[in-house]
């Protein structure tokens, strides 16, 4: 098991409702996981695989999402 640690930049204005975070193995892009964080780094424990890829939304009043902005990532 390994652990997947995101670190992004934070948005402007700050979202009222933190981010939005899906992410994938890029093995099997069709295996989504969707999260949230408060703050501008993500952290998921416990995972299997190398190689993600993801988006990071910001989440605003109302449910309103920012412009997904897409990640990789190796474990």
Do not use: D, H, Q
């Amino acid at each position: 098991m390994a652990t997947l640690t995101v670190t992004f930049p934070a948005a402007t204005p700050a979202p009222s409702l933190g981010y939005r975070i899906k992410y994938w193995p890029i093995s099997n892009p069709t295996n989504i996981t969707t999260a949230t964080s408060a703050t501008t780094t993500f952290v998921a424990a416990g995972i299997t695989g190398t190689g993600f890829a993801g988006t990071v939304e910001a989440i605003c009043g109302g449910g309103n999402y920012g412009a997904p902005r897409p990640f990789t990532a190796t474990v």
